[in-house]
Each structure stands twice: as structure tokens, then as C-alpha cells.
């Protein structure tokens, strides 16, 4: 009997039960398919570099015509020029881009949250940032 109430409560429980799956940020390099929405990535130091937000508003920057926050990963002095942090295949991403709100802020470190990706705009990857 107490098997057949598991399965039924597994039956019946709702497939976002099962879908909240955490990616590590590195997997965000080399992307072959956009993520689906909803997707969530954890923003673990790289490389024993910290993660942060640099953001702009539209028109502070004449390369971007529209507002948003950038993750950057901050590589160190010393893990940049010290032989022994070197890393030979840096981590790289395609520009992925937070959405601008009044809570963000240029330098806002963000190494231990984690980030949902929310849509394609202006070309590029959006996420919202969730703790």
C-alpha cells in the first residue's frame, strides 16, 4: 500500500518538481543552443577569479545602445602574472547580461548567486539575478 501511495504522489506531483536544475557558470562557454527559460546557473568563482556586474545606462557608452549589467569575471593580478595561478584555457563567455534595475550597481560582486536566464534581447543572452 505505501508503495502505491508513492507512486502515486510522484505521478501527480508537477513536472516543475522536477526541473529546478542548477548549471555551473562555466557551462555557460562554448554555448551550441540558447538555454531554455527558466534555466539557472550558479555563479561559482572561476579559475580563483571573483564575479561581478558591471553596468551601464543607455547612452554612457558608445559601444551599447541599451541599459543592462555585463557579468565579468575578475581575474586577479596575481592569477593573471603569477606562473603558478596561471591557467592555460582561460574561461571565456559570449557576453551575457543581467537586467538593469535600481538595485544594481557597477561593481557588485555576485560570486555565489546565481542567475535565471530570462530571454533573447537586442541579440544577446538575458538573465535576472536570484539569490
Given at each position: 500500500m505505501i508503495t502505491i501511495s508513492a507512486i502515486l504522489l510522484l505521478v501527480l506531483m508537477p513536472q516543475s518538481a522536477f526541473a529546478d536544475n542548477i548549471y555551473p557558470f562555466k557551462s555557460l562557454s562554448n554555448l551550441r543552443e540558447v538555454p531554455k527559460i527558466g534555466d539557472t546557473?550558479?555563479?561559482?568563482?572561476?579559475d580563483q577569479a571573483s564575479i561581478e556586474l558591471v553596468c551601464w545606462d543607455k547612452g554612457e557608452s558608445d559601444y551599447r545602445s541599451f541599459s543592462a549589467c555585463e557579468i565579468v569575471v575578475n581575474y586577479s593580478e596575481k592569477a593573471l602574472y603569477d606562473p603558478c595561478?596561471?591557467?592555460?584555457?582561460?574561461?571565456?563567455?559570449?557576453?551575457?547580461y543581467v537586467e538593469l534595475n535600481n538595485n544594481r550597481f557597477s561593481g557588485l560582486h555576485v560570486?555565489?548567486?546565481?542567475i535565471?536566464?530570462?530571454?533573447?534581447?537586442y541579440g544577446n543572452l538575458f538573465f535576472e539575478l536570484i539569490k
Open positions: 546557473y550558479k555563479l561559482d568563482p572561476v595561478f596561471q591557467v592555460t584555457n582561460r574561461f571565456s563567455t559570449p557576453p551575457i560570486s555565489g548567486m546565481k535565471k536566464f530570462k530571454e533573447i534581447k
